[in-house]
């Protein structure tokens, strides 16, 4: 298995922890432990202090289970595995895939999501996400176009990275209806879901919707826990779970223990921790509005509808690669260039996420500025 290299990973590699702001962060700002501890409930915090460092059960602590079934309308928790987010992504790809087969995927896309694909020896076909004035969409008849007698699964991500994209109800039942219609099952990335700044525009997850929906989320984006490594596949396609239970043995075989008790408090405290992040990324996002009616002539705003990232365009003869080097040389600020993201015509992302959002952004207008 041959892969290119994971050219975002790479790139925060590079620079992530060697600059003062992170311009395009994809996720909102870290709670410490302290905070996290401060929202525990008393059964969470009596296991956190009488907890054992010794191995934890493959498919994920029974509670820990429990609590992310109950953030489903159909699952029960023995629908669930427990694995990291980017090790999700590999073990569900691997059980599902064989060389030959052909898979869709929604692009721009962290690049997992159909890189795995390629490696297995699949025939990938991207589905673009394409610029409609000063908004985002999908071509629904071109995925209708796509599906082939040996379409074997569709990739989705809604909430969308790197856009902040969130289709419509009736466009995920259409997406599901031609699944449906061929046997494909559909992969949907949600990591990004429960941060709708509309609630009642909130997707259902796939996996409550489709017998061969397969829903992979965790707590490095929505719950601001990206250091606990921390994620889950949940599917009612009990063979195709326990045939990636199986695949774990050969990858981390079971979680920290003292990740799932804290992923436990979590998902407990999980409403509070949401309005938390969504009141950090609704500041953030008045912010950004204004700053691109002010910066108008030098930008396109394709504003977000869910999630801490979106996907807005330079308008001008300087490529955004360049704005972004000078930027990390002069002012010790990183923003992403779509390049990445193999997605060029210089769009770029920026995190709406974390709290020196004002800073980063008044340095960015004042670089551009000349000043």
């Not at 302290?34 to 409930?41: F, K």
Request: net charge negative; with cysteine.
């Amino acid at each position: 298995m041959q892969f290119r290299p994971f050219v975002l990973e790479r790139y925060f590699a590079k620079y992530e922890f060697a600059v003062e702001h992170l311009l395009s962060a994809s996720d909102p700002e870290s709670l410490t432990l302290q905070e996290l501890l401060a929202l525990a409930d008393t059964q969470s915090l009596a296991r956190w202090q009488e907890l054992k460092l010794a191995y934890t059960d493959s498919q994920g602590h029974p509670l820990l289970r429990e609590a992310i079934a109950g953030t489903y309308s159909s699952i029960d928790p023995c629908d669930v595995l427990v694995a990291l987010p980017e090790e999700a992504i590999f073990i569900a790809m691997n059980c599902l895939l064989r060389p030959g087969d052909h898979v869709i995927a929604t692009f721009p896309a962290y690049q997992s999501l159909h890189e795995i694909a390629g490696s297995l020896g699949c025939r990938l076909t991207r589905w673009p996400l394409s610029q409609n004035g000063e908004r985002w969409e999908l071509d629904l008849g071109l995925l209708a176009d796509s599906l082939s007698d040996d379409t074997r699964l569709i990739v989705i991500n809604f909430p969308h990275n790197p856009t902040g994209f969130l289709p419509e109800r009736a466009t995920l039942d259409a997406i599901l209806d031609l699944a449906r219609r061929r046997g494909v099952y559909i992969f949907s990335d949600e990591m990004y879901r429960w941060l709708e700044y509309a609630p009642e525009r909130r997707l259902p997850a796939v996996c409550d919707l489709y017998e061969r929906g397969v829903s992979l989320s965790g707590l490095s984006k929505t719950f601001s826990l990206p250091g606990l490594r921390l994620g889950w596949l949940a599917t009612a396609d009990r063979e195709l779970l326990a045939s990636c239970a199986v695949f774990k043995d050969y990858t981390t075989i079971c979680g920290s223990a003292p990740s799932e008790i804290l992923g436990i408090m979590a998902l407990r405290a999980g409403e509070r921790i949401i309005a938390r992040n969504l009141g950090i990324i609704r500041a953030n996002l008045h912010l950004a509005d204004e700053f691109f009616v002010r910066q108008q002539d030098r930008f396109t705003w394709l504003r977000p509808q869910a999630g801490p990232v979106c996907l807005p365009r330079l308008l001008s003869d300087l490529s955004v690669a360049a704005l972004c080097e000078g930027l990390l040389e002069r002012k010790s600020v990183m923003l992403l260039p779509g390049e990445v993201f193999e997605f060029g015509d210089n769009y770029f992302r920026l995190g709406l996420g974390r709290r020196d959002f004002p800073e980063g952004l008044a340095i960015l207008e004042a670089y551009l500025d000349g000043t």
